[in-house]
Every structure is written in structure tokens, then in C-alpha cells.
């Protein structure tokens, strides 16, 4: 039998500051999150893909050439 990921990606960024669009016209708004909390259960999970930190949060990239 063979097992295979149910999800494959390309890569994914999570950022320090993201921009939360909100309705009616009103200005979107610079939320900040807390990228080390995230990365932190990331790599407590025993993370099979690599991750690079960047200056705006960090990447996980799906692949590996």
C-alpha cells in the first residue's frame, strides 16, 4: 500500500503584518500576528518541509529540487 500527502504545495508565507480588507469604503487595516507562536507549532509538529525566514515573517516552501 502506498500513502501519498493529501496536500501538496508550492510554498506558503506567513507575515509579521498582514492587510485585513474591510467593507463600505473603509480603509484596510495592518494586522500584526505572532509569526514565532505559528512557527513554533509548525516545528512541534516534526515539519517535513523547509522553512525559510524572511524579513517579513517566513516561507515553507512544498518542494525541494
Known amino acids: 500500500m502506498n500513502i501519498y500527502?493529501?496536500?501538496e504545495i508550492e510554498r506558503i508565507e506567513f507575515r509579521r503584518i498582514v492587510v485585513?480588507?474591510?467593507p463600505?469604503?473603509?480603509a484596510a487595516e495592518r494586522v500584526p500576528q505572532d509569526?514565532?507562536?505559528?512557527?513554533?507549532?509548525?516545528?512541534?509538529?516534526?515539519?517535513l518541509?523547509?522553512?525559510e525566514t524572511t524579513e517579513q515573517g517566513f516561507r515553507i516552501i512544498g518542494h525541494v529540487k
Open 20 to 22: 485585513k480588507e474591510r
Open 5 to 7: 500527502p493529501l496536500v
Open 24 to 26: 463600505n469604503n473603509v
Open 49 to 51: 518541509f523547509p522553512i
Open 35 to 47: 509569526i514565532d507562536a505559528m512557527l513554533a507549532a509548525i516545528e512541534a509538529t516534526g515539519k
